[in-house]
Structure formats: structure tokens, C-alpha cells
């Protein structure tokens, strides 16, 4: 018999995608010139105005005001199979989702700039039949995490540049799944939050054409609230909105290095290493809820034990300037899972590691720029054992496609 898992890992973020598309529940997709390198060189290219979300400092490298707004769109494929019971099952998600951003940025004089920003650092969606051999640990789970940012970045001198952005961040959770027998029935958990995040960044430009930038996002703590509601079919009498469903998760600090160097008139090469410190953030996961009968024995808290690892991403990108309005682009990048083996890979985040590789275009005109990016996601199979009840193995890809315009003021 399965046991009650209905708490099982909280880190499912909507917006995003099913298994996030960085891994973890990390996102990137916030640029479309990004997704064409793979997003290496991330905050320090200035072919567009979002380098506020990566590197404030790589502001200064626009030379004039300007907005843009972006969307993407995030398909996940997988197939789940395992076993209940000792008999064979299986389950498929297919899931697209999409993900709009928009930034603005205004030139205050040749050294300070302003700028802002909507976007969705965090993110992921998994979704299961409630039919599922999986019901049980989790049939639907959501966490949809925007930020909205505004920054400012200075030109200490012509070589080197600092930025700095404060954030407020709204949280937003829904975690469900059926009861076992022989309780029956369901659980559904609906909270939400707000709380302040920031990211400091410094660039430093060697040349004109060749710069490196390093920027740090803070870890974030917070506290969500919001409902839950339980209901039993074999408790009759038990079917109520509980209003003190609570979490508190943590999203992780993060490093990033970028570099970009314009070799001539034709060819500019880029590249990242991002660091993210899951470790300190995501060891555990509780989920609370004092008033629901059914939590009696765990004392109104459910705890699931993650521990996840310190990760990184290493990421290159080339651009191909064709015409003086034609730009192309292409990249790779290898991103590492925070999940440390199966005995951890909870249904709720099958993540695992992934592979990129991307293509993308940009098109000029007076004063607009519009750009397009594609990225496919190799995921490496995973299998998720919790517990020693169910067993369920994992073999997924997914596709990055998005478009976004520019317009210099």
C-alpha cells in the first residue's frame, strides 16, 4: 500500500515548464537573443534590454532608451512508466506552456541607466492522470514565481561598469493529489505570497568588443499562504476548505560569469557559468496544515526530504552577423540537476540532467529589432524510487520556441 504522499515536494512552479528548463526549477527564458546562444554570455551581449535579469551592470552597454516584450513557448514530452503493486503502468505528460516577459530601459546620461522588468526566474508545472499509477504522490503541481525588478546601472569609469536591482517577487503554489486507500479522495493545497529578492552585478570591458561580467542573485526566503482543501470518500463527513494551509520555500543565490568577445565584422563568441547554491536552500520541503484530521499523525506538517546539491551550467554561443540587418545564432550548454539520485527524484520534480542545443535569428529595421530563438532539451532518463512503494522511471525531452520586438526610442 502506498503511504500518504500527498505533500511530496512543493517545488512544482507554474509559468514555467514540466522539469523547469534550467534544471531544477530554475528558468532562463527572459531573452529571445539568449535562447538562440543557449543564453551563454548572459547579461553582457547588449543585443537587447533584458540584461537587468541577469546582470544589471550590462545595462550601460544599450546606447539609447527602449522597450521589448518577449514570449516563449515551453513543451515538455515524457513518458512515465513503472510499477504499482507489482504490476506494470504508465503515464505520459505533455504539457506546453507560455512564458511572456517585457523590459524597458531609460539612458539617464552617458554613465547612469535605468531600467525594469517583468519576468519568471523560477518555474515548473507537472501534471499526472488522477488515474495515475503516481496519484497518489502527486497529481497536479504548480509554482509560479514572477519577479517584477527595477535596477539601475553605473559607468564608474569606461572599463567598468556596476549595476544593481531590487525585486519583488509574488510566489504562487498548487500542489494535488488523491488519498490512498482507503481514505479515498483528494487534497488540493492553494497558497500564495509575496517577498523581496535583489541581484547586484559589475562588468568590466577590456575592449569595446571584449568584455566580462559577474553577477550575484540573493537567496530569497519567504512564507506562502493560502487554502486547503481535503476531501475523503471513505470519510464521509470529511470533505472541507481548510484556510491555514502555509509553506515557506526558499529560492537559491545564484553566481553567474559571462563573457563575450567580438572576434571581427562577422563573428562575436559568448559564453557562461552559472552556479546555483540548492544546497542551501532545498534540503527539505514541509508543507502545514494543523486542521486537517488526516495530517493528525505527522503533527499538521508534512516533510519531504530533498537534498539537493550545488549545480552548474556552463553554456557557449557564437553570432553571426550576416548583413547589417540580419544577425544568427547558435549554442550549446550543459546543465546539471540538483537531484542527488533516485531515492530523491520525487514524481512531483523527475529532474535530471539536460543538454541544449540552440539556434536563433535577429532582424534590424530603424528602430525596431525583432528576434526569434529555438532550443531543444536532451534530458538524461531519470527513475524516482521513494519510499520503496512505487518505482517510476522517466524518459522525457523538451522544446524552447519564442519570439520578442524591440523598439529604440
Known sequence: MKKLYMLAAVSAICLASSQGFAAGYQL?????????????????????YSALAYNPAGMVLNQTSGVQGGLSVAHLNAKVRGQQNGEYAKNKMNIGVALPH????????????????????????????????????????????IDLASAVAYRVTDKLSLGASVIARYIHGRMTNTLPAPLGGYSDFDLDGWTAAWSIGAMYEFTPNTRIGVSFKGKSMQTVKGDHKVNSTLMSMYDETLTNGEASPDLPASLLVSGFHKLNDKWGL???????????????????????KILAPYGGKKTVDEKWRETWTISFGADYYLNENWTLRAGVAYDQSPVRNKYHRTIRIPDSNRTWVSLGASYKTENWQ??????????????????GDVKAHFKSYSNLIGVQAQYKF
Do not use: C
Request: glycine share 12%.
Open 270 to 292: 559568448a559564453a557562461s557559468v552559472r552556479w546555483t547554491d540548492w544546497k542551501d536552500s532545498f534540503q527539505e520541503f514541509s508543507l502545514i496544515s494543523p486542521d486537517a
Open 102 to 145: 517585457a523590459f524597458g530601459q531609460y539612458k539617464v546620461n552617458d554613465r547612469l541607466t535605468a531600467g525594469f522588468g517583468i519576468y519568471a526566474p523560477f518555474g515548473l508545472r507537472t501534471r499526472y492522470s488522477k488515474q495515475s499509477f503516481v496519484a497518489d504522490a502527486g497529481v497536479r503541481s504548480e509554482l509560479e514565481v
Open 370 to 387: 525583432f528576434d526569434a530563438g529555438y532550443a531543444h532539451l536532451f534530458m538524461k532518463n531519470g527513475t524516482s524510487q521513494y519510499e
Open 28 to 48: 532562463n527564458e527572459y531573452s529571445m537573443t539568449g535562447l538562440g546562444r543557449a543564453f551563454a554570455g548572459a547579461g553582457v551581449v547588449g543585443d537587447d
